[in-house]
């Protein structure tokens, strides 16, 4: 009907109510692991992430210390990987957004650091290790989506800095993180031509460009 409208107070109006504001987050700075790791004294730099273990004495003052990250993790709206045995308490913390390092990871390893010292906690670093898988190719970009599908992994979203070579980030930190070494061609080596990604005649028509994973650990 012409000129009928339903008030808005009727209780028969079904308007979909108004989403609650969001709280929005920090912006990123993205970091080289240099600056992340010389920013975050105490935390060791493994594998692209900062890492601190710490040993407890028994598993209530482990809670305890990982109940009180927990409320700075809220607070900073930034949440660290946690691994717990017994006494020992690892934590690993990246931007997974960007996939690098950041300021909000210095931030939160800043805090954590305070959390430790206020317990007279001591980093203890003598068992942290990581694995990492080194492909050597001559075009990471070629190869690149294909090692991400065939391991389920996104691909960074942004460009990273020149100091963190591309790679195969694992969101989870459940298995190792791929990472591509870039090889010469032959011409390249007697031309000292600095073309490095999708060069035609570094590409070997109809196969892979890479030679095969290798594996190195630290």
Not at 3 to 18: I, L, Y
């Amino acid at each position: 009907m012409d000129g009928w409208a339903v008030p808005r107070d009727r209780p028969d109006d079904h308007r979909r109510p108004e989403a609650p504001l969001r709280k929005a987050r920090p912006m990123s700075t993205i970091l080289t692991p240099r600056e992340a790791s010389v920013a975050a004294p105490g935390w060791r730099l493994l594998a692209g992430q900062l890492h601190l273990s710490a040993d407890f004495g028994d598993f209530d003052r482990a809670m305890e210390f990982v109940t009180a990250v927990a409320e700075v993790a809220r607070t900073l709206d930034h949440h660290p990987d946690i691994d717990i045995r017994w006494s020992r308490v690892h934590l690993s913390v990246s931007t997974h957004a960007v996939g690098a390092l950041t300021n909000r990871d210095v931030r939160l390893a800043t805090q954590v650091s305070g959390l430790l010292a206020d317990r007279g906690i001591q980093p203890d670093h003598a068992r942290l290790s990581a694995v990492e898988i080194a492909i050597d190719t001559m075009d990471s970009d070629a190869i690149r989506p294909f090692w991400a599908a065939v391991l389920g992994r996104p691909l960074p979203k942004v460009e990273l800095p020149d100091e963190e070579e591309p790679d195969v980030p694992d969101p989870d930190a459940l298995g190792p993180r791929i990472r591509f070494e870039q090889l010469l061609a032959p011409c390249q080596v007697a031309t000292g031509c600095a073309w490095t990604s999708g060069c035609p005649t570094t590409r070997p028509s109809g196969g892979s460009s890479t030679p095969g994973p290798r594996v190195a650990a630290w």
